[in-house]
């Protein structure tokens, strides 16, 4: 093998695999950033279906007798 080539290959495959984890990490923060955003989505239409006085919906009617 050429003198260069094995000078620089382990930093060339060092700078690949650096590349890749960042890659993966881009593609995992937007992962998560998708779930929070669903999450926050699905807390506000409980709080819309919950927190509108709708009071019916959480507590027992009460019949004076």
Known sequence: MCHSVEVYLPSMIRSAAEQRIGEMDFAAAGRERGAVEAGLGLLARLKA????????LMQERVTHG
């Open 49 to 56: 279906l919950f927190g509108r006085g709708d009071k019916s």
